[in-house]
């Protein structure tokens, strides 16, 4: 009897981590799964029109826009100001300097520099970082940034105190934005108040991103971001 128990204990514990092992291999099936699924939400959202607004044709460049490539998170820090991410891909794989980084649930960041296998992404919980936002409910613009303490909180900025907010609000990413894809999810709003100067939202948000558990990233290839440089490029300096 005692021999059998200790059989059934020992095989207990080779099945726990064969499934250990199994469920890894679980989870990357199914990120890889879901950057098919990403890059054809990416283009049916570019080609649903708003109701009620006036008919638009998008051409097949704006359609074909983003494009998400997976990776593993290597490295990363969140007890830091200043926040960063390691992944395990890098020029090899198309991946370049500019590029949005976002999870499964939220935004994670914008990749700074790259190795041919490696990049470096400054991560929304940093806070030289900040990204353009608005209220998904009514498109009201702000801007979002990380305050450096907690990293499930982060604050958006510059609502005015007389646009509509309240608790349990969604905020995403911007139509105006130069780095993310509009509507890619970033917090809940969790708190208001008023600013000091008593003329603006003081607004807490609970990120999406589970930055503490994070293992796979998208990064996202915007095809025509090259022309949209080179359109700023163009405008004339003020003298």
């Not at 958006?156 to 007389?162: A, E, F, N, R």
Request: glycine share 6%; proline share 4%.
């Amino acid at each position: 009897n005692t021999t059998n128990r200790w059989a059934a204990d020992v095989l207990a514990k080779v099945q726990g981590v064969k499934s250990y092992y199994n469920l890894k291999e679980v989870n990357q099936s199914l990120a890889q799964e879901n950057v098919q699924l990403r890059n054809e939400l990416f283009q049916l959202k570019s080609q649903v029109q708003p109701k009620g607004e006036i008919p638009y044709f998008v051409n097949k460049a704006t359609i074909l826009k983003y494009h998400a490539t997976l990776a593993k998170v290597v490295v990363q820090s969140t007890e830091l100001t200043q926040n960063y991410i390691t992944i395990d891909k890098g020029t090899q794989d198309g991946i370049r300097p500019g590029m949005a980084v976002i999870s499964s649930t939220g935004i994670v960041g914008k990749v700074m520099s790259c190795t041919p296998n490696l990049s470096l992404v400054i991560s929304v919980l940093n806070t030289n970082n900040s990204i353009s936002a608005k209220i998904k409910s009514n498109g009201e613009l702000g801007y979002v940034k990380w305050g450096g303490i907690q990293p499930e909180v982060a604050d958006m900025m510059d609502v005015s105190k007389y646009k509509k907010v309240v608790k349990g609000d969604t905020i995403v990413t911007s139509d105006y934005n130069a780095v993310f894809p509009p509507n890619v999810p970033i917090g809940i709003v969790a708190k208001l108040g008023l600013k000091k100067d008593g003329n603006f939202h003081d607004i807490k948000l609970m990120l999406l991103t589970k930055f503490s558990t994070l293992q796979y990233v998208y990064v996202i290839k915007n095809s025509l971001a090259w022309q949209q440089v080179k359109l700023n490029e163009s405008i004339p300096k003020a003298e």
